[in-house]
């Protein structure tokens, strides 16, 4: 089925790196764009980045521009997100979610997330 | 960037009575050249990852009840959901997506059974 599961969330001291994983499967992850969301504990929705289908545009949040990196692995069926010098206020569940389909107008949305993958920046 | 801003931030409705969720976006989120609000709206229940329930501003999700609708055009938006269901409760965001990013959520509204 239509899948996406992240990976590499844990806890890291500020300052730190960490790089977060999303594997798809059961849909052609090469034709689509991917984006990244976060929540803080109790808090809402903040979308952090996109990459594009082809891996040839990235934009970013002001709040992580500069820190993140995203980028995709369309013969693995892979998103990653880089995260360097991280703050106490990056500490969330980050979601990966399928944006939109290439050369489709019938759909858009962030139709199919993750479960998210819990990062917390902490000494 | 555009600001998203949702109202009420919580709402207590009765089951089976009307729910309305306004967003506002800081500029027009519609795109002339196709005639599409680039708005969505996602529901997220405790736990669990949001859902897609409508995008373009009024076209619901494959699979999405049709008690729930999406309106509005340009800058002001509306979810309805028409006859309020236990299995309803949650908390609901609009997100732009229009043009260049970064795209930008609401703070999101919490719906809850009165």
């Known amino acids: 089925q239509v899948q996406l599961v992240e990976s590499g969330g844990g806890v890291v001291q500020p300052g730190r790196s960490l790089r977060l994983s999303c594997t798809a499967s059961g849909f052609t992850f090469s034709r689509y764009d991917m984006h990244w969301v976060r929540q803080a504990p109790g808090k809402g929705l903040e979308w952090v980045a996109v990459v594009s289908y082809d891996g040839s545009h990235e934009h970013y949040a002001d709040s992580v521009k500069g820190r993140f990196t995203i980028s995709r692995d369309n013969s693995k069926n892979m998103l990653y997100l880089q995260m360097n010098s991280l703050r106490a206020e990056d500490t969330a569940v980050y979601y990966c979610?399928?944006?939109?389909?290439?050369?489709?107008?019938?759909?858009?949305?962030?139709?199919?997330w993750g479960q998210g993958t819990t990062v917390t920046v902490s000494s | 960037d555009i600001v998203m801003t949702q109202s009420p931030d919580s709402l207590a409705v009765s089951l089976g009575e009307r729910a309305t969720i306004n967003c506002k976006s800081s500029?027009?989120?519609?795109?002339?050249?196709?005639?599409?609000?680039?708005l969505a709206w996602y529901q997220q229940k405790p736990g669990q990852p949001p859902k897609l329930l409508i995008y373009?501003?009024?076209s619901r999700e494959s699979g999405v009840p049709d008690r729930f609708s999406g309106s509005g055009s340009g800058t002001d938006f509306t979810l309805t959901i028409s006859s309020l269901q236990a299995e309803d409760v949650a908390v609901y965001y609009c997100?732009?997506?229009?043009?260049?990013?970064?795209?930008?959520f609401g703070q999101g509204t919490k719906l809850e059974i009165k």
């Open positions: 373009w501003a009024s």
């Open positions: 500029q027009s989120v519609l795109y002339t050249s196709n005639n599409k609000n680039y």
């Open positions: 997100h732009q997506y229009y043009s260049s990013p970064p795209y930008t």
């Open positions: 979610a399928r944006g939109h389909e290439v050369g489709t107008t019938l759909h858009d949305g962030l139709d199919i």
